[in-house]
C-alpha cells in the first residue's frame, strides 16, 4: 500500500446497529493512502464479525481486540499500532464527508500544520445542527487553547482533528476516566503543537445516539468532567498566568453545568450535589460577579447564597 497518509482510530463496543455505516463511510474517503485501526473493546454482540467480513473487503482495515477497558483504552491501542504521517479519530457510530481526510490532510502537509481541526453537523433524526462553521484561520498554541478553555472555535471532540503523528508520541489517553476525556487528551495535543489550522467546513456528522454515554443517567463517572476540568485548569495557568481569570470561569461553569444536569433528573443526589456546590463556593463571588454576565451571573450566585432554593427551584419549575 505504501506510505500511510492518515491512520483512523476507531474504538468499538457493541457498535453493531450503526459499525457498518461508519465502515462504508470510512472505506469510501476520496484518500486512498489511509489505514483504519478497529479496536473491538470486548463487544459482546456481532460487532466483531462486521468488522471481519468488512477485512475481507478492503485490506486498508486492521482489526486489534481486547477485554473491555473503555474507548480511551481502545483507542491507546490503536496510538500505539499507527502508521500514518497523521493521526484520526472516529467513533463507531458516525459518519465523514467524502472529503473529509483528503482535504485536512493537504492543508497539513502544504502548510506544515501540527493539527487541523474542522467543523462538524449534529444529526438526531431529521435535525441538524452546525457547529464551527466559519472562515479558515491559522491560530497559534496560546489562541488555541484560550479557544478551547472557553468552547469557541476549536470544539473539544478528538474525532474532528487530524494530528501529525509525531507530536502524539507522549501524549495517550486518560484510561478509567469516562468524561471528558476527549477534551483532555485535544488539550494536551495542543499544548504540545506550534501550529493549528481551523478549518471551518464540517467535515464529520455526529449521529445522536441515545444510548450514548452522555445520554445515560448521572453518575460517579460524569464526575469524571470535573477532573478533567481541574487538571486544564491547572495546565492553563502554569503555562498562561494572564489567562487565571478566564480559565477558573470556565471551569465553574463546567461544575456549574454538572450541577444543572443533576436537578434535571429531579432526584438531588447529596454526595454528588454538596460536592459540586463546594466546588463553586472555592470560587469567589466578586469574581463571578466581575467575568461573568446577565443569567449566568445571577444563577451563579445564587448557587453561591443560597442553593438550596435554587435546587429547589430548578428542579420543579425548570426541568
Known amino acids: ?21 461508519t465502515i462504508d463511510s470510512l472505506c469510501k474517503q476520496s484518500l486512498k493512502e489511509m489505514e483504519f485501526i478497529f479496536v473491538d473493546d470486548g463487544s459482546t454482540d456481532g460487532s466483531l464479525n462486521i468488522l471481519e467480513n468488512a477485512y475481507r473487503n478492503d485490506n486498508r482495515i486492521v482489526i486489534f481486540t481486547k477485554q473491555n477497558g473503555g474507548a480511551s483504552s481502545a483507542r491507546n491501542v490503536g ?7 497523521y493521526i484520526g479519530f472516529v467513533d463507531s ?12 490532510y493537504s492543508e497539513a502537509v502544504s502548510k506544515d500544520i501540527d493539527i487541523v481541526s474542522c467543523g462538524h453537523i449534529e444529526k438526531n433524526g ?14 497559534s498554541r496560546r489562541e488555541a487553547i484560550e479557544l478551547l478553555v ?10 474532528t482533528k487530524l494530528f501529525k503523528h509525531f507530536m502524539l508520541k507522549n501524549i495517550r489517553f486518560v484510561e478509567g476516566r469516562h468524561n471528558n476525556e476527549d477534551r483532555f487528551f485535544v488539550f494536551e495535543a495542543l499544548m504540545n503543537s506550534e501550529n493549528i489550522l481551523l478549518m471551518h467546513d464540517c467535515f464529520y456528522i455526529y449521529h445522536q445516539n441515545e444510548n450514548s454515554f452522555t445520554h445515560n443517567l448521572f453518575s460517579r463517572k460524569k464526575m469524571d468532567a470535573l477532573f478533567f476540568a481541574d487538571r486544564i485548569f491547572e495546565r492553563t495557568i502554569d503555562t498562561y498566568p494572564d489567562l487565571y481569570n478566564t480559565a477558573l470561569i470556565e471551569k465553574v461553569k463546567t461544575e456549574f453545568y454538572m450541577l444543572l444536569d443533576l436537578y434535571d433528573e429531579g432526584n438531588l443526589k447529596l454526595p454528588y450535589r454538596a460536592e459540586i456546590v463546594r466546588r463553586i463556593r472555592n470560587t469567589s463571588p466578586i469574581l463571578i460577579n466581575k467575568e461573568c454576565n446577565g443569567k449566568l451571573k445571577m444563577q451563579l450566585l445564587a448557587v453561591w447564597f443560597v442553593e438550596p432554593l435554587f435546587a429547589l427551584y430548578w428542579s420543579r419549575f425548570r426541568r
Open 1 to 21: 500500500m505504501g506510505t500511510i497518509k492518515v491512520s483512523v482510530i476507531i474504538p468499538v463496543y457493541n457498535a453493531e446497529k450503526y459499525l457498518k455505516r
Open 79 to 85: 496510538l500505539e499500532h499507527a502508521k500514518g504521517e
Open 93 to 104: 457510530d458516525d459518519e465523514q464527508d467524502f472529503y473529509m481526510f483528503e482535504k485536512m
Open 126 to 139: 431529521n435535525y441538524e445542527k452546525i457547529c464551527y462553521s466559519g472562515n479558515d484561520e491559522l491560530i
Open 150 to 159: 472557553t468552547n469557541k472555535k476549536i470544539g473539544m471532540s478528538a474525532c
